[in-house]
């Protein structure tokens, strides 16, 4: 029965720092920002602190969270390490790192999307669609969608039938997610347009535009960025 129990307090604890993760991202709260106390968590998520405190200590695990003694709990990163398999999020100039990241997309994905045209089954295109659909319903009603931003470009990269390109995914994902991080999302009807652009091209088995329709969508990113530079 204590298994079972132990068991129950972990399960609910996983789910509860999603919850907080959540939170931090659609508050949103900034990076180096204090996390309001145990009592506040736990009345805001309908838990016990020592859940909140649980699901905390799985948050500093993912880097996410930094516990300074005798001050509280500090938004360290918006990354999770297990979606930074290159560190990247220790990076302090996010700006700087998105444009590197956003120049690496450019290289990549045009050509991963043109693979993806000649490769994609039926079920790719259907999935496709779906994260399509889903992703302009959460711009619509004000939601974050970055899960579904990051599972599009996921989806395409497996389109492509390639394996290597496959292990790639990881340093996609991070950059998908340090963008919508940097500009908040404002990109809102663009992302619509231009994923909606690739995954007719794919479907019709269009490689060049495909590759086109991609690269339409780096450049809106790229020069999004360039222009916070600039401010």
């Known amino acids: ?44 998520f ?23 003694r005798g001050s509280g709990t500090y938004v360290v990163s918006t990354t999770p390490m297990d979606l930074d398999p290159l560190g990247l999020g220790a990076v302090e100039d996010k700006m700087a790192l998105a444009m590197d990241l956003v120049n690496v997309r450019m290289i990549l994905e045009p050509g991963i999307a043109e693979m993806a045209a000649m490769n994609a089954t039926a079920r790719d295109v259907e999935r496709l669609r779906e994260l399509c659909a889903v992703i302009e319903q959460k711009i619509e009603t004000g939601e974050n969608y970055i899960e579904e931003d990051i599972a599009f470009h996921t989806a395409v990269a497996k389109c492509s039938g390639n394996m290597v390109v496959e292990q790639l995914v990881p340093i996609i994902d991070t950059a998908v997610m340090m963008f919508v991080n940097v500009t908040h999302r404002k990109l809102t009807q663009e992302t619509i347009m231009t994923h909606r652009a690739v995954t007719d091209a794919i479907a019709e088995r269009d490689p060049m535009g495909a590759k086109s329709a991609m690269m339409m969508h780096m450049t809106f990113n790229r020069n999004m960025i360039k222009d916070m530079m600039k401010q």
Not at 54 to 66: C, D, F, N
């Open 46 to 68: 309908g838990v016990g602190r020592s859940t909140i405190r649980e699901a905390v200590k799985l948050l500093i695990s993912r880097g996410i969270l930094e516990v300074r």
């Open 1 to 44: 029965m204590g298994e079972l129990s132990h068991l129950k307090s972990k399960l609910l604890a996983e789910q509860v720092q999603e919850q907080i993760y959540q939170y931090i991202l659609n508050t949103p709260i900034a990076i180096g920002a204090k996390l309001p106390n145990e009592f506040e968590l736990g009345e805001k």
